[in-house]
C-alpha cells in the first residue's frame, strides 16, 4: 500500500496545537505501521523529522501552490506513484478537487463555522473557499472527539458511516519530572524562577486568556511571589491578541509577575507542566484539549471551563470552573495553590483519565480506516 500523507504541521505549525498533533501522530503511525510506503509531503526546505529505519519513507517538497488552493502537484504525484490514499490531517484542507485515489481527511476543530471571530479573514476566506470540497471527496473524515463529530453532522449534514471518531493521544513523553530538574531546566533556558500557575497553547483570542490575568491579579495579591506563565506562539496572526493582552498587564501592574515564554522546545514541556501550581485551560472551544490531557499526565492539577467539548474528554477529573464567574476563578486557583489535600486528590482523579487516552489506540483505529480501502 501506498499513503501519502500531508505534513505541513511538522514542517510549518512546530508550537501550535496542529504541529504537535501531526508530528505525534506521523511520529506513531510510522513506528506501529511500517508495512505500506509513505510519501510525506511538506513546504520547508528543513524538513527534520526522524522515522522508524525499517519504515519505507519518502519526504517529498512538491512546492504546493497553498496560497490559491491549488493542488495540481498533488494529484500529479498520486497518478504518477500510484497512491493508494491520500491523508490530510490539516481539517482536510490539501484534499484535491479532483478524485484521484481515497482521500482521508482528519479535522480537528470547525472554528470558521462556530464562530468566525475566532479566525482572521485569511483563514475564513481560505475554510469558506475549500471545506465543500473536503465534505464531498473526502472518503472518510476522521474527527479527534465526539463533539466534533456532532458538530459536522449539524454543520454539514454528514452521514454517520463517513464519519470516524479518534481520539488523539498523550505522548509517552509527558510524565512527572522530579523538582530539581524543572528548575534547573527553566532557570538556565527559560529564566523562570519560583513557583507560577501555566497556561499552554498558542495565544488565540478563544483562550479567554485575559479573564485568567485579571483572576490571576487578585490571587497575586496574596501570592506576590507567584508567576503567570504563558507558554506558546505569540506570531503571526497572535500577535494582534498577545499586544492586546500586554496592554492589559501594563493597566494592571502585572509585568513583572507574567511571562510570556513564546514557543519552547517540545521536550521541555513536561518540565514546564511538573512545576506549575496549576494548569488553566478557559478556552471557549477546542476539538480535543491536548495540552490540558499533557499536564495531567504530569501530575498537575488542571483547571479547565465547564463546557461541554472539555466535560466529554475529562469527565469529573480535574476542576471545572465557570470561566465567566470571576469570583469562582479567583476562589479555586487560590484554593488549588494553597489546599495540598485537594491538589491531592484532583491529581489522584486526573490519573484515570490519561491512561485512556494513548496514541497506540488512534493508531489502531486509523490503521482500520487505511485497510478498508486496502
Not at 505534513?7 to 506513531?28: A, H, M, Q, W, Y
Not at 529505519?53 to 504546493?64: A, D, E, G, Y
Not at 481560505?126 to 472518510?140: A, E, G, I, M, T
Request: charged share 25%.
Amino acid at each position: 500500500m501506498r499513503i501519502c500523507i500531508d505534513s505541513i504541521g511538522v514542517s510549518n505549525l512546530s508550537g501550535t496545537g496542529l504541529g504537535t498533533f501531526t508530528f505525534e501522530f506521523l511520529k506513531n503511525l510510522l513506528y506501529m505501521y511500517p508495512q505500506p510506503e509513505y510519501h510525506l509531503l511538506y513546504d520547508s526546505e528543513n524538513f527534520d523529522f526522524k522515522v522508524n529505519r525499517n519504515s519505507k519513507v519518502f519526504p517529498l517538497n512538491l512546492q504546493i501552490n497553498r496560497l490559491n488552493n491549488d493542488y495540481s502537484s498533488i494529484e500529479n504525484h498520486i497518478i504518477k506513484n500510484k497512491i493508494d490514499i491520500y491523508h490530510s490531517p490539516n481539517n482536510g484542507f490539501s484534499i484535491p478537487e479532483n478524485k484521484k485515489c481515497h482521500y482521508i481527511s482528519t479535522v480537528v476543530n470547525l472554528l470558521p463555522v462556530v464562530n468566525k471571530n475566532f479566525v482572521d479573514d485569511k483563514y475564513l476566506e481560505k475554510f469558506n473557499r475549500v471545506f465543500n470540497n473536503v465534505v464531498k471527496n473526502s472518503d472518510k473524515i476522521i474527527v479527534v472527539s465526539e463533539f466534533l463529530r456532532e458538530q459536522l453532522k449539524n454543520y454539514f449534514d454528514i452521514p454517520d458511516k463517513k464519519i470516524v471518531v479518534n481520539y488523539p493521544g498523550c505522548s509517552a513523553i509527558f510524565k512527572p519530572k522530579n523538582e530539581e530538574s524543572c528548575v534547573n531546566i527553566l532557570k538556565s533556558k527559560y529564566k523562570i524562577n519560583g513557583d507560577y500557575i501555566l497556561h499552554a497553547g498558542s495565544i488565540h483570542i478563544r483562550k479567554n486568556l485575559e479573564k485568567l490575568i485579571k483572576a490571576f491579579k487578585y490571587v497575586n495579591l496574596y501570592n506576590k511571589n507567584l508567576k503567570l506563565v504563558f507558554v506558546g506562539s505569540c506570531k503571526g496572526k497572535r500577535e494582534a491578541y498577545y499586544k492586546k493582552l500586554r496592554l492589559l498587564i501594563e493597566d494592571m501592574d502585572l509585568i513583572d509577575s507574567v511571562i510570556f515564554t513564546g514557543e519552547v522546545d517540545y521536550n521541555d514541556m513536561p518540565y514546564f507542566y511538573s512545576k506549575a501550581k496549576c494548569v488553566i485551560n478557559l478556552s471557549k472551544y477546542e476539538g480535543f484539549p491536548l495540552t490540558s490531557l499533557e499536564a495531567m499526565a504530569c501530575n498537575t492539577p488542571v483547571i479547565w471551563n465547564d463546557v461541554s467539548f472539555f466535560k466529554e474528554v475529562f469527565g469529573d477529573s480535574g476542576l471545572p470552573v465557570d470561566a465567566n464567574d470571576h469570583n469562582m476563578l479567583v476562589d479555586e486557583i487560590s484554593d488549588i495553590i494553597n489546599n495540598t489535600s485537594k491538589r491531592e486528590q484532583i491529581i489522584n482523579k486526573q490519573s484515570e483519565v490519561t491512561y485512556k487516552y494513548k496514541w497506540e489506540k488512534n493508531i489502531i483505529n486509523t490503521i482500520r480506516v487505511y485497510e478498508t480501502f486496502c
